[in-house]
């Protein structure tokens, strides 16, 4: 079982921040303040309920999405993170969900950063931060290096209403939910198994995942075999 080389490499980069991973189950809460993210519980997240906490911190943080219930989200601005969990929800379910946002945060957010930095130099994040416009030269060296230039948006958590997300928004998290199981329960540390089912049940006992997200995952690492062609099965009994 191995997980994609963009994932692992991610992986690595955290913990080498954080200093050294801890014992499975993980607790991320402590962690998670290596990338300057913090964690947030409230028993009503919602678009809403975001923006007035930080209106009462006096942060200003543009965050013009409509309001709608949510079971988790993270906002991310200019290097912080700030990820909002339901404290109604079982602790696996937090403890999934604080991960999922933690992987928005290191591929959506931290990377582009880190990248923009160094190849563009420090002062071009003032543009991700919509500080300033880029100039003509950033611009020209954004476009040769292949580096985005903008203020970062990010795609928050979407509820469980139907609606429907746009290709960009799926490929975002099923991003952050790969980087979620390989920070909670490595591919390698995994191991094999006879099947889903006991994979699935490996993974709820020692590595925490909630039963869903279990199942999912499970379902990542054993993927079903292809229809083997009439022809081929022939050769293959031969």
């Keep these: 079982m191995i997980a994609p080389v963009w994932c692992i490499e991610l992986a690595a980069l955290f913990w080498k921040k954080v200093g050294s991973p801890p014992p499975f189950p993980r607790d991320l809460r402590h962690a998670v303040t290596a990338v300057s993210l913090s964690v947030v519980e409230m028993t009503d997240v919602s678009v809403a309920n975001v923006r007035?906490?930080?209106?009462?911190?006096?942060?200003?943080?543009?965050?013009?999405?409509?309001d709608r219930p949510l079971r988790?989200?993270?906002v991310a601005w200019r290097g912080e993170g700030f990820a909002f969990l339901d404290s109604r929800d079982d602790p696996a379910e937090r403890?999934?969900?604080?991960?999922?946002?933690?992987?928005?945060?290191?591929?959506?957010?931290l990377r582009p950063r880190e990248t923009v930095a160094a190849?563009?130099?420090?002062?071009?994040?003032?543009v991700l931060d919509g500080q300033r416009a880029a100039t003509p030269v950033e611009r020209l060296h954004a476009v040769l290096r292949n580096v985005p230039l903008g203020p970062f948006t990010h795609l928050l958590r979407r509820d469980d209403s139907g609606?429907?997300?746009?290709?960009?928004?799926?490929?975002?998290?099923?991003?952050?939910?790969?980087?979620?199981?390989?920070?909670?329960?490595?591919?390698?540390?995994?191991?094999d198994a006879d099947g889903r089912k006991e994979l699935t049940e490996?993974?709820?006992r020692m590595f925490g995942?909630?039963?869903e997200s279990a199942a999912r995952y499970a379902t990542i690492l054993v993927p079903e075999s292809p229809p083997i062609d009439?022809?081929?099965?022939?050769?293959?009994?031969?």
Excluded: N, Y
């Design 163 to 191: 609606c429907p997300l746009t290709p960009t928004e799926r490929d975002a998290e099923a991003a952050a939910d790969r980087l979620a199981f390989e920070l909670l329960a490595p591919a390698e540390a995994v191991g």
């Design 95 to 109: 403890a999934f969900s604080l991960a999922h946002e933690l992987g928005h945060f290191l591929r959506d957010h």
């Design 230 to 238: 009439r022809a081929i099965s022939r050769l293959i009994k031969r």
């Design 209 to 211: 995942l909630p039963p």
């Design 119 to 126: 190849r563009l130099g420090k002062a071009a994040l003032q």
């Design 72 to 74: 988790a989200c993270l």
């Design 52 to 66: 007035r906490w930080f209106e009462q911190i006096a942060i200003c943080v543009p965050l013009d999405e409509p």
């Design 202 to 204: 490996r993974l709820i």
